[in-house]
Protein backbone atom coordinates (compact mmCIF):
# COMPACT_ATOMS: atom_id res chain seq x y z
CA UNK A 1 0.00 0.00 0.00
CA UNK A 2 1.67 3.55 -0.70
CA UNK A 3 1.68 5.20 2.32
CA UNK A 4 2.15 8.69 -0.29
CA UNK A 5 1.06 9.41 -2.91
CA UNK A 6 1.61 12.23 -5.06
CA UNK A 7 0.26 13.72 -8.23
CA UNK A 8 1.22 16.57 -10.39
CA UNK A 9 1.72 19.09 -7.75
CA UNK A 10 2.77 22.50 -8.37
CA UNK A 11 3.62 25.41 -5.90
CA UNK A 12 4.19 28.88 -6.71
CA UNK A 13 5.31 31.48 -4.50
CA UNK A 14 4.52 35.14 -4.37
CA UNK A 15 7.26 37.14 -3.82
CA UNK A 16 7.97 40.42 -3.30
CA UNK A 17 10.31 42.01 -6.66
CA UNK A 18 12.12 44.43 -4.61
CA UNK A 19 14.03 47.63 -6.07
CA UNK A 20 17.54 48.63 -4.37
CA UNK A 21 19.12 52.47 -3.86
CA UNK A 22 16.79 55.16 -1.81
CA UNK A 23 13.99 55.55 -5.01
CA UNK A 24 13.97 51.88 -4.97
CA UNK A 25 12.76 50.94 -1.16
CA UNK A 26 10.11 54.06 -1.97
CA UNK A 27 8.67 53.00 -4.67
CA UNK A 28 8.81 49.34 -3.00
CA UNK A 29 7.04 50.79 -0.37
CA UNK A 30 4.17 52.88 -2.58
CA UNK A 31 3.25 50.30 -5.47
CA UNK A 32 5.25 47.09 -4.02
CA UNK A 33 5.48 44.21 -7.42
CA UNK A 34 5.16 41.31 -6.84
CA UNK A 35 6.08 37.82 -9.11
CA UNK A 36 5.29 33.87 -8.90
CA UNK A 37 8.16 31.84 -8.03
CA UNK A 38 7.56 28.15 -9.25
CA UNK A 39 9.04 26.36 -6.25
CA UNK A 40 7.26 22.66 -7.57
CA UNK A 41 6.29 22.13 -11.18
CA UNK A 42 4.37 18.52 -11.70
CA UNK A 43 6.09 16.49 -9.22
CA UNK A 44 4.59 13.54 -9.31
CA UNK A 45 5.61 10.05 -6.97
CA UNK A 46 4.59 7.06 -5.14
CA UNK A 47 6.35 6.01 -1.54
CA UNK A 48 5.23 2.48 -0.62
CA UNK A 49 5.03 1.79 3.53
CA UNK A 50 8.41 0.74 4.98
CA UNK A 51 10.19 2.47 1.99
CA UNK A 52 13.08 4.95 3.35
CA UNK A 53 13.28 8.01 0.63
CA UNK A 54 15.38 10.72 0.20
CA UNK A 55 15.21 13.93 -1.94
CA UNK A 56 18.44 15.17 -2.56
CA UNK A 57 18.75 18.57 -4.89
CA UNK A 58 20.96 21.60 -4.86
CA UNK A 59 19.37 24.72 -2.31
CA UNK A 60 15.98 26.13 -3.78
CA UNK A 61 15.78 23.27 -5.62
CA UNK A 62 12.33 22.10 -4.11
CA UNK A 63 13.01 19.79 -1.20
CA UNK A 64 11.97 21.17 2.08
CA UNK A 65 9.13 23.07 0.12
CA UNK A 66 8.08 19.19 -1.35
CA UNK A 67 8.07 17.94 2.58
CA UNK A 68 6.27 21.15 4.06
CA UNK A 69 3.35 20.14 1.73
CA UNK A 70 3.73 16.75 2.43
CA UNK A 71 3.24 17.14 6.44
CA UNK A 72 0.41 19.74 5.57
CA UNK A 73 1.83 23.03 6.67
CA UNK A 74 1.85 24.26 2.46
CA UNK A 75 -0.78 23.70 0.49
CA UNK A 76 -0.16 22.86 -3.19
CA UNK A 77 -1.35 25.65 -5.90
CA UNK A 78 -1.91 22.50 -7.88
CA UNK A 79 -2.32 18.74 -7.55
CA UNK A 80 -3.37 16.08 -5.28
CA UNK A 81 -1.25 14.81 -2.33
CA UNK A 82 -2.33 11.77 -0.24
CA UNK A 83 -0.24 10.54 3.11
CA UNK A 84 -1.86 7.37 4.59
CA UNK A 85 -5.20 8.56 2.57
CA UNK A 86 -5.02 11.72 3.93
CA UNK A 87 -5.42 14.78 2.40
CA UNK A 88 -2.66 16.53 4.39
CA UNK A 89 -3.87 20.51 4.24
CA UNK A 90 -7.32 19.80 4.90
CA UNK A 91 -6.94 16.91 7.74
CA UNK A 92 -3.66 18.23 8.72
CA UNK A 93 -4.59 17.98 12.91
CA UNK A 94 -5.76 14.08 12.31
CA UNK A 95 -2.83 13.57 10.26
CA UNK A 96 -0.61 14.81 12.76
CA UNK A 97 -1.33 11.58 15.04
CA UNK A 98 0.01 9.57 12.31
CA UNK A 99 3.21 11.38 11.40
CA UNK A 100 6.15 12.63 12.86
CA UNK A 101 8.85 15.60 11.03
CA UNK A 102 11.48 16.65 12.22
CA UNK A 103 13.24 19.97 10.54
CA UNK A 104 16.92 20.08 11.58
CA UNK A 105 17.26 23.60 11.55
CA UNK A 106 14.14 24.34 13.98
CA UNK A 107 13.43 23.02 17.35
CA UNK A 108 9.94 21.69 18.16
CA UNK A 109 11.26 21.48 22.05
CA UNK A 110 10.35 23.91 24.23
CA UNK A 111 13.54 26.09 25.21
CA UNK A 112 12.71 27.05 28.67
CA UNK A 113 11.57 23.55 29.55
CA UNK A 114 14.26 20.29 30.80
CA UNK A 115 14.08 17.63 28.25
CA UNK A 116 11.99 15.41 30.57
CA UNK A 117 9.21 18.04 30.56
CA UNK A 118 9.28 18.44 26.96
CA UNK A 119 9.04 15.13 26.00
CA UNK A 120 5.79 14.97 28.61
CA UNK A 121 3.96 17.81 27.30
CA UNK A 122 4.54 15.89 23.81
CA UNK A 123 3.00 12.86 25.28
CA UNK A 124 -0.47 15.36 26.71
CA UNK A 125 -0.21 16.72 22.96
CA UNK A 126 -0.25 13.90 21.47
CA UNK A 127 -3.04 12.43 24.08
CA UNK A 128 -0.76 9.59 24.51
CA UNK A 129 -2.17 7.44 27.82
CA UNK A 130 0.44 7.74 30.48
CA UNK A 131 1.60 4.32 30.99
CA UNK A 132 1.91 3.88 26.86
CA UNK A 133 4.38 7.12 27.27
CA UNK A 134 6.18 5.86 30.35
CA UNK A 135 7.51 2.65 27.85
CA UNK A 136 7.76 4.23 24.99
CA UNK A 137 9.49 6.43 26.41
CA UNK A 138 11.88 4.22 28.37
CA UNK A 139 12.26 2.10 25.21
CA UNK A 140 13.40 5.27 23.24
CA UNK A 141 15.92 7.03 25.95
CA UNK A 142 17.59 3.59 26.16
CA UNK A 143 17.97 3.29 22.13
CA UNK A 144 18.99 7.20 21.75
CA UNK A 145 21.33 6.93 25.13
CA UNK A 146 19.99 10.17 25.99
CA UNK A 147 19.32 8.96 29.84
CA UNK A 148 21.67 11.87 31.18
CA UNK A 149 20.24 14.66 29.33
CA UNK A 150 16.70 14.21 30.66
CA UNK A 151 17.04 16.81 33.30
CA UNK A 152 18.75 19.57 31.43
CA UNK A 153 17.16 22.05 30.03
CA UNK A 154 16.20 22.39 26.41
CA UNK A 155 18.66 25.47 25.86
CA UNK A 156 21.69 23.64 27.59
CA UNK A 157 21.57 21.04 24.86
CA UNK A 158 24.67 20.54 22.50
CA UNK A 159 23.91 20.79 18.69
CA UNK A 160 24.38 16.70 18.47
CA UNK A 161 22.24 16.52 21.69
CA UNK A 162 19.41 18.17 20.69
CA UNK A 163 18.71 16.74 17.65
CA UNK A 164 18.40 13.49 19.45
CA UNK A 165 15.78 14.55 21.35
CA UNK A 166 14.20 15.86 18.39
CA UNK A 167 13.95 13.11 16.94
CA UNK A 168 12.98 11.25 20.19
CA UNK A 169 9.90 13.85 20.23
CA UNK A 170 8.89 13.53 17.12
CA UNK A 171 8.87 9.33 17.80
CA UNK A 172 7.29 9.11 20.81
CA UNK A 173 3.63 8.89 19.45
CA UNK A 174 4.38 6.31 17.13
CA UNK A 175 4.39 7.87 13.42
CA UNK A 176 3.58 5.66 10.59
CA UNK A 177 5.78 8.25 8.10
CA UNK A 178 8.80 10.18 9.40
CA UNK A 179 9.59 13.36 7.72
CA UNK A 180 13.33 14.49 8.50
CA UNK A 181 14.07 17.86 6.81
CA UNK A 182 18.04 18.16 7.07
CA UNK A 183 18.45 15.93 10.12
CA UNK A 184 21.98 15.88 10.44
CA UNK A 185 22.91 19.67 9.37
CA UNK A 186 25.66 20.85 11.34
CA UNK A 187 26.66 18.21 13.23
CA UNK A 188 30.10 16.76 13.48
CA UNK A 189 30.91 12.94 11.58
CA UNK A 190 30.30 11.01 14.81
CA UNK A 191 27.15 12.66 15.67
CA UNK A 192 26.17 12.32 11.61
CA UNK A 193 27.19 8.32 12.07
CA UNK A 194 25.32 8.06 15.29
CA UNK A 195 21.78 9.67 14.19
CA UNK A 196 21.88 7.96 10.99
CA UNK A 197 22.52 4.65 12.66
CA UNK A 198 19.80 5.00 15.19
CA UNK A 199 16.92 6.95 11.96
CA UNK A 200 17.47 3.75 10.21
CA UNK A 201 17.27 1.31 13.07
CA UNK A 202 14.47 2.61 14.53
CA UNK A 203 12.72 2.55 10.40
CA UNK A 204 13.33 -1.24 10.67
CA UNK A 205 12.44 -2.07 13.91
CA UNK A 206 9.26 -0.61 13.43
CA UNK A 207 8.79 -0.63 9.56
CA UNK A 208 8.29 3.28 9.48
CA UNK A 209 8.39 4.86 6.48
CA UNK A 210 10.71 7.49 6.10
CA UNK A 211 11.10 10.87 3.84
CA UNK A 212 14.49 12.98 4.18
CA UNK A 213 15.73 15.62 2.52
CA UNK A 214 19.42 16.36 2.69
CA UNK A 215 22.95 17.68 1.32
CA UNK A 216 24.48 14.97 2.35
CA UNK A 217 25.25 11.84 0.81
CA UNK A 218 26.17 10.04 3.67
CA UNK A 219 22.63 10.46 5.11
CA UNK A 220 21.49 9.32 1.54
CA UNK A 221 23.72 6.37 1.27
CA UNK A 222 23.59 4.87 5.05
CA UNK A 223 19.33 5.47 5.50
CA UNK A 224 17.71 5.56 2.22
CA UNK A 225 17.02 2.57 0.04
CA UNK A 226 15.39 5.30 -3.01
CA UNK A 227 16.36 8.29 -4.23
CA UNK A 228 14.43 11.28 -5.85
CA UNK A 229 16.56 13.91 -7.82
CA UNK A 230 14.59 17.19 -7.77
CA UNK A 231 16.16 20.18 -9.86
CA UNK A 232 14.28 22.99 -10.44
CA UNK A 233 11.26 22.04 -8.58
CA UNK A 234 11.07 19.03 -11.09
CA UNK A 235 11.58 15.60 -10.12
CA UNK A 236 14.53 14.29 -12.88
CA UNK A 237 15.48 10.96 -11.58
CA UNK A 238 14.35 8.30 -9.53
CA UNK A 239 16.89 5.63 -8.85
CA UNK A 240 16.39 2.36 -6.46
CA UNK A 241 19.11 2.00 -4.05
CA UNK A 242 21.44 -0.47 -6.00
CA UNK A 243 21.74 2.62 -8.26
CA UNK A 244 22.75 4.48 -5.41
CA UNK A 245 26.01 2.41 -4.44
CA UNK A 246 28.63 2.99 -6.69
CA UNK A 247 28.34 6.71 -6.73
CA UNK A 248 27.50 7.40 -3.11
CA UNK A 249 30.28 5.70 -1.37
CA UNK A 250 33.12 8.38 -0.73
CA UNK A 251 32.12 10.95 -3.33
CA UNK A 252 30.85 14.47 -2.61
CA UNK A 253 27.27 15.18 -3.10
CA UNK A 254 28.14 18.11 -5.90
CA UNK A 255 30.20 15.11 -7.60
CA UNK A 256 27.22 12.61 -7.78
CA UNK A 257 24.99 15.48 -8.43
CA UNK A 258 26.64 16.74 -10.93
CA UNK A 259 26.89 13.42 -12.49
CA UNK A 260 23.19 12.61 -11.61
CA UNK A 261 22.25 16.09 -13.57
CA UNK A 262 24.55 15.04 -16.41
CA UNK A 263 22.59 11.90 -17.11
CA UNK A 264 19.03 13.47 -16.69
CA UNK A 265 20.27 16.17 -19.04
CA UNK A 266 19.76 19.40 -16.56
CA UNK A 267 23.18 20.65 -16.89
CA UNK B 1 -10.80 14.74 19.95
CA UNK B 2 -13.38 14.53 23.33
CA UNK B 3 -13.66 17.55 25.19
CA UNK B 4 -12.05 16.34 28.22
CA UNK B 5 -8.84 15.37 26.38
CA UNK B 6 -8.55 18.71 24.48
CA UNK B 7 -9.06 20.30 27.99
CA UNK B 8 -6.28 18.39 29.19
CA UNK B 9 -3.80 19.10 26.74
CA UNK B 10 -4.24 22.60 27.20
CA UNK B 11 -4.57 22.36 30.96
CA UNK B 12 -0.51 21.25 30.60
CA UNK B 13 -0.06 24.46 29.10
CA UNK B 14 -1.67 26.56 31.71
CA UNK B 15 0.60 24.52 34.24
CA UNK B 16 3.55 24.92 31.65
CA UNK B 17 2.89 29.01 32.18
CA UNK B 18 2.20 28.49 36.03
CA UNK B 19 5.70 27.47 36.22
CA UNK B 20 7.08 29.95 34.29
CA UNK B 21 5.24 32.64 35.68
CA UNK B 22 6.80 31.33 39.16
CA UNK B 23 10.26 31.22 37.72
CA UNK B 24 10.01 35.12 37.15
CA UNK B 25 10.25 36.27 40.19
CA UNK B 26 12.82 39.34 39.59
CA UNK B 27 10.36 40.16 37.07
CA UNK B 28 7.50 40.15 39.84
CA UNK B 29 9.33 42.02 42.24
CA UNK B 30 9.67 44.58 39.92
CA UNK B 31 6.27 45.03 38.77
CA UNK B 32 5.68 44.65 42.95
CA UNK B 33 8.12 47.84 43.59
CA UNK B 34 6.34 49.83 40.40
CA UNK B 35 3.35 48.90 41.96
CA UNK B 36 4.28 50.49 45.00
CA UNK B 37 5.40 53.75 43.67
CA UNK B 38 2.24 55.04 41.75
CA UNK B 39 0.43 54.08 44.49
CA UNK B 40 2.33 56.36 46.50
CA UNK B 41 2.92 58.88 43.59
CA UNK B 42 -0.87 58.99 42.74
CA UNK B 43 -2.08 59.05 46.74
CA UNK B 44 -0.15 62.24 47.79
CA UNK B 45 -1.36 63.68 44.25
CA UNK B 46 -4.89 63.26 45.13
CA UNK B 47 -4.60 64.24 48.76
CA UNK B 48 -2.72 67.64 47.16
CA UNK B 49 -5.47 68.36 44.95
CA UNK B 50 -7.95 67.67 47.18
CA UNK B 51 -11.14 66.55 44.88
CA UNK B 52 -13.82 67.25 47.44
CA UNK B 53 -12.70 71.09 46.84
CA UNK B 54 -12.69 71.27 42.96
CA UNK B 55 -16.79 70.62 43.33
CA UNK B 56 -16.12 66.50 42.96
CA UNK B 57 -18.50 65.08 45.49
CA UNK B 58 -18.35 61.35 43.29
CA UNK B 59 -15.39 60.11 44.77
CA UNK B 60 -13.08 60.73 47.78
CA UNK B 61 -9.19 60.24 48.18
CA UNK B 62 -9.07 57.06 50.04
CA UNK B 63 -11.91 55.29 47.76
CA UNK B 64 -9.25 56.56 44.44
CA UNK B 65 -6.38 54.93 46.31
CA UNK B 66 -8.28 51.57 46.26
CA UNK B 67 -9.86 52.30 42.36
CA UNK B 68 -6.42 52.53 41.62
CA UNK B 69 -4.42 49.68 43.17
CA UNK B 70 -7.22 47.52 41.60
CA UNK B 71 -7.05 48.68 38.08
CA UNK B 72 -3.34 48.89 38.09
CA UNK B 73 -3.49 45.10 39.90
CA UNK B 74 -5.03 43.84 36.28
CA UNK B 75 -2.92 46.15 33.83
CA UNK B 76 0.47 45.01 35.62
CA UNK B 77 -0.55 41.39 36.19
CA UNK B 78 -1.13 40.44 32.83
CA UNK B 79 2.06 38.98 30.63
CA UNK B 80 2.77 40.42 27.40
CA UNK B 81 2.58 37.27 25.31
CA UNK B 82 2.22 39.04 22.59
CA UNK B 83 5.98 39.42 22.38
CA UNK B 84 6.51 36.03 21.77
CA UNK B 85 3.84 35.33 19.04
CA UNK B 86 5.58 38.23 17.17
CA UNK B 87 8.91 36.88 17.58
CA UNK B 88 7.63 33.42 16.73
CA UNK B 89 6.33 34.46 13.66
CA UNK B 90 9.34 36.59 12.87
CA UNK B 91 11.28 33.44 13.03
CA UNK B 92 9.24 31.50 11.15
CA UNK B 93 8.29 29.44 13.80
CA UNK B 94 4.45 29.71 13.83
CA UNK B 95 4.24 27.58 10.49
CA UNK B 96 6.14 24.54 12.05
CA UNK B 97 3.28 24.41 15.34
CA UNK B 98 0.23 23.66 11.97
CA UNK B 99 2.15 20.15 12.35
CA UNK B 100 1.19 19.31 15.63
CA UNK B 101 -2.62 18.07 16.50
CA UNK B 102 -2.99 21.60 18.72
CA UNK B 103 -4.50 25.01 18.28
CA UNK B 104 -1.77 27.76 18.24
CA UNK B 105 -3.87 30.47 19.72
CA UNK B 106 -5.21 28.19 22.33
CA UNK B 107 -2.33 26.84 23.51
CA UNK B 108 -0.75 30.10 23.41
CA UNK B 109 -3.62 31.75 25.72
CA UNK B 110 -3.28 28.40 28.15
CA UNK B 111 0.27 29.51 28.59
CA UNK B 112 -0.76 33.37 29.46
CA UNK B 113 -3.52 32.32 31.73
CA UNK B 114 -0.79 29.83 33.50
CA UNK B 115 1.65 33.07 33.92
CA UNK B 116 -1.61 35.41 34.57
CA UNK B 117 -2.39 33.36 38.02
CA UNK B 118 0.90 33.73 40.29
CA UNK B 119 1.40 37.47 39.14
CA UNK B 120 -2.13 38.33 39.97
CA UNK B 121 -1.93 36.34 43.10
CA UNK B 122 1.27 38.16 44.42
CA UNK B 123 0.53 41.45 42.73
CA UNK B 124 -3.14 41.43 44.50
CA UNK B 125 -1.91 40.28 47.87
CA UNK B 126 0.67 43.36 47.45
CA UNK B 127 -2.03 45.52 45.86
CA UNK B 128 -4.48 45.00 49.37
CA UNK B 129 -1.31 45.57 51.35
CA UNK B 130 -0.29 49.01 49.63
CA UNK B 131 -3.82 50.11 49.77
CA UNK B 132 -4.95 49.46 53.04
CA UNK B 133 -1.96 51.37 54.69
CA UNK B 134 -1.81 54.30 52.17
CA UNK B 135 -5.57 54.74 52.68
CA UNK B 136 -5.78 53.77 56.14
CA UNK B 137 -8.79 51.62 56.23
CA UNK B 138 -10.37 48.55 53.80
CA UNK B 139 -13.23 49.54 51.26
CA UNK B 140 -16.72 49.44 52.41
CA UNK B 141 -18.16 46.69 52.07
CA UNK B 142 -14.92 44.82 52.68
CA UNK B 143 -16.41 41.81 51.19
CA UNK B 144 -16.44 43.47 47.86
CA UNK B 145 -12.70 42.56 47.35
CA UNK B 146 -13.24 38.70 47.49
CA UNK B 147 -16.16 39.94 43.97
CA UNK B 148 -12.70 41.14 42.28
CA UNK B 149 -11.31 37.86 42.28
CA UNK B 150 -12.98 35.94 39.35
CA UNK B 151 -13.52 39.88 37.31
CA UNK B 152 -9.48 40.29 37.39
CA UNK B 153 -9.03 36.95 36.05
CA UNK B 154 -11.05 36.83 33.51
CA UNK B 155 -10.14 40.69 32.89
CA UNK B 156 -6.60 39.03 32.61
CA UNK B 157 -8.16 35.98 29.99
CA UNK B 158 -9.71 38.90 27.76
CA UNK B 159 -6.65 40.99 27.79
CA UNK B 160 -4.54 37.91 26.55
CA UNK B 161 -6.77 36.80 23.61
CA UNK B 162 -6.64 40.40 22.34
CA UNK B 163 -2.94 39.98 22.70
CA UNK B 164 -3.24 36.75 20.61
CA UNK B 165 -4.60 38.86 17.75
CA UNK B 166 -2.29 41.86 18.16
CA UNK B 167 0.73 39.44 18.30
CA UNK B 168 -0.72 37.39 14.80
CA UNK B 169 -0.52 40.93 13.27
CA UNK B 170 2.96 40.96 12.58
CA UNK B 171 2.14 38.32 10.25
CA UNK B 172 1.59 40.98 8.22
CA UNK B 173 3.39 44.39 9.60
CA UNK B 174 6.55 42.47 10.99
CA UNK B 175 6.39 44.24 14.20
CA UNK B 176 3.16 44.27 16.45
CA UNK B 177 4.58 46.35 18.74
CA UNK B 178 2.70 49.87 17.62
CA UNK B 179 -0.32 48.33 17.48
CA UNK B 180 -0.16 46.92 21.37
CA UNK B 181 1.04 50.68 21.72
CA UNK B 182 -2.50 51.62 20.32
CA UNK B 183 -4.47 48.99 22.24
CA UNK B 184 -2.43 49.87 25.65
CA UNK B 185 -2.38 53.97 24.92
CA UNK B 186 -6.07 54.04 24.37
CA UNK B 187 -6.74 51.45 27.18
CA UNK B 188 -5.47 54.08 29.72
CA UNK B 189 -7.36 56.91 28.38
CA UNK B 190 -10.88 55.09 27.69
CA UNK B 191 -10.23 52.39 30.35
CA UNK B 192 -10.37 54.77 33.43
CA UNK B 193 -6.57 53.08 34.59
CA UNK B 194 -6.20 56.45 36.42
CA UNK B 195 -8.88 58.45 37.56
CA UNK B 196 -13.44 56.73 37.54
CA UNK B 197 -14.98 57.14 34.25
CA UNK B 198 -17.62 59.52 36.36
CA UNK B 199 -15.15 61.96 36.31
CA UNK B 200 -14.77 62.32 32.88
CA UNK B 201 -16.50 64.76 30.11
CA UNK B 202 -19.93 63.14 28.91
CA UNK B 203 -18.99 62.70 25.87
CA UNK B 204 -16.09 61.13 26.57
CA UNK B 205 -17.20 58.55 29.38
CA UNK B 206 -20.35 57.60 26.52
CA UNK B 207 -17.20 56.51 23.88
CA UNK B 208 -15.08 54.83 26.70
CA UNK B 209 -18.38 53.17 27.77
CA UNK B 210 -18.93 51.36 24.08
CA UNK B 211 -15.42 50.22 24.20
CA UNK B 212 -14.24 47.06 25.89
CA UNK B 213 -11.85 48.89 27.96
CA UNK B 214 -13.68 49.96 31.12
CA UNK B 215 -14.55 46.67 31.86
CA UNK B 216 -11.49 45.38 31.52
CA UNK B 217 -9.57 47.59 33.58
CA UNK B 218 -11.53 49.23 35.91
CA UNK B 219 -14.86 47.59 36.42
CA UNK B 220 -13.88 45.87 39.37
CA UNK B 221 -12.68 48.83 40.66
CA UNK B 222 -15.63 50.69 39.97
CA UNK B 223 -17.56 48.11 41.68
CA UNK B 224 -15.54 48.88 44.81
CA UNK B 225 -15.64 52.75 44.65
CA UNK B 226 -19.47 52.67 44.18
CA UNK B 227 -20.01 49.48 45.76
CA UNK B 228 -22.72 48.58 43.78
CA UNK B 229 -24.26 45.47 44.99
CA UNK B 230 -24.87 44.39 41.30
CA UNK B 231 -21.46 44.90 39.92
CA UNK B 232 -20.12 41.55 39.83
CA UNK B 233 -22.60 40.21 37.76
CA UNK B 234 -22.83 43.14 35.16
CA UNK B 235 -18.66 43.09 34.83
CA UNK B 236 -19.00 39.26 34.45
CA UNK B 237 -21.72 39.49 32.15
CA UNK B 238 -20.08 42.23 29.74
CA UNK B 239 -16.23 40.56 30.13
CA UNK B 240 -18.05 37.35 28.98
CA UNK B 241 -19.58 39.47 26.02
CA UNK B 242 -15.97 40.99 24.88
CA UNK B 243 -14.29 37.51 25.35
CA UNK B 244 -16.37 36.14 23.09
CA UNK B 245 -15.99 39.05 20.71
CA UNK B 246 -12.58 38.72 20.67
CA UNK B 247 -12.14 34.77 20.33
CA UNK B 248 -14.24 35.47 17.56
CA UNK B 249 -11.37 38.61 16.39
CA UNK B 250 -8.52 35.53 17.22
CA UNK B 251 -10.22 32.87 14.66
CA UNK B 252 -10.64 35.37 12.30
CA UNK B 253 -7.21 36.69 12.34
CA UNK B 254 -5.48 33.48 13.03
CA UNK B 255 -7.51 31.94 9.82
CA UNK B 256 -6.48 35.10 7.14
CA UNK B 257 -2.63 34.24 8.77
CA UNK B 258 -2.94 30.43 8.42
CA UNK B 259 -4.52 31.04 4.72
CA UNK B 260 -1.01 33.20 3.90
CA UNK B 261 1.16 31.08 5.92
CA UNK B 262 -0.01 27.95 4.01
CA UNK B 263 -0.06 29.48 1.02
CA UNK B 264 3.19 31.99 0.72
CA UNK B 265 5.26 29.81 3.54
CA UNK B 266 5.88 30.93 7.04
Known amino acids: MDAVRVENVCKKFRIRDGQSGFFGQVRNFISPKFRDVNAVQNLSFNIKQGERVAFLGPNGAGKSTTLKMLVGILYPTEGRIEILGKVPWKQRKSLAYKIGNVFGNRSQLWYHLSVKDSFDLFARIYDLEPKTHRHRLKDLVQAFEIQPLLPKGVRQLSLGERMKCELVASLLHRPEILFLDEPTIGLDVTAKLTLRKLIFERSEKEGMTLVLTSHDAGDIGSICDRLLIIHDGTLRLDLPRPDLKSPFTDSSVQEIYRSMSHQCGVV | ?266
Open chain 2, 1 to 266: MGAVSAFKKYLCFVEMGMKRGFERKWDILGRVIFYGVILVIFSKLWTSVDLLAVGNSKVHTQGLIWYLAISEWIVLSVPLIYIEIESEIRRGDLLYFEGKPISYPTMKISEGIGELLPYLGILGCAGVIFAWALSGSLPEPPFNLLKIVPIGILAGIVSLIVQVAIGLSAHWIQSATPVYWLWQKVGYVLGGVMLPLPLYPDALEKIARASPFPVLLSGAAEGVLYGDSDFLINTMGMLFFWCAASIFLVIGVFQKCQDRMSRDGG
